[in-house]
């Protein structure tokens, strides 16, 4: 399953990085795909810290971030960076035996409120501007052998594995010359995961399935509600002002 799991990861970092609008982009990347793949062949039970596990991935674009474009480190030092603040988290988190799912997904929807005012994303959408790429099947090959590495690296973090950054290690160098952007997008997105993980704690007594089946319709439902959300903000900036 490893294969199918780092394949399925190449293949998101590729339409990641086909895509130029950042927007779009960090949509993409928070589709649960790899985090549905490891909930159905790992015996992992959605808690409190799968969560957590959710801030700490938005804990990770945020130091790559920081640490690219404010420090002024290359990008696979801020990759690294990035990593190392993540497995951090989960190794705290990790240390729990037990961590409460309703106290932290209170939280946790808190902490994504505050962050989501205090760092909106941009009012209009950024534009990737097309730069030199190796060829598909130097790039495809090239992304699948990492993809094998994180997922072989990521089944070290037991529980938390379900939350790794798989792609994210590999879309973050991708998405370098906007990074800030894609990181205040895919902290309002991360919300929408946070759903996806309450549906599936809701149903996961009634089975797999079922789980997933809620865990979906919860994150497309408030994929929805932030796409209206978004839609009606840039329309009240955009509306003439009468003096």
Known sequence: MTFFTALLVALLVW?????????WRSLVYSLPLPISLLLVTASVRVGGGQ?????????FISVVDLTHNRLGRHILL????G????????LVIAAFETIPFWPVLIAVTALW??????????????????????????KLATVFGASL???????LLKGLIVTFPYSGVLVV?????????????????????VAFFTGY???QAQGRPWALAAAWTAFAVCVGLLHLWSRTAEARKNEPRLM
């Open 15 to 23: 339409a990641v990085s086909s895509i130029r609008s950042i927007r």
């Open 51 to 59: 969560l957590l596990g959710v801030v700490a991935i938005a804990l």
């Open 78 to 81: 801020a990759d690294a960076a």
């Open 83 to 90: 990593i190392a603040a993540y497995i951090g988290l989960s």
């Open 113 to 138: 409120g505050a962050a989501t005012l205090l760092a909106p994303p941009a009012g209009q959408d950024v534009k990737a501007a097309p730069s030199p790429r190796p060829g598909a099947p130097v």
């Open 149 to 155: 590495l994180m997922v072989a690296f990521g089944n």
């Open 173 to 193: 160098i991708e998405t370098r010359d906007h990074l800030t952007a894609f990181s205040r997008n895919f902290t309002r997105n991360s919300i929408s995961l």
């Open 201 to 203: 704690h809701l149903l």
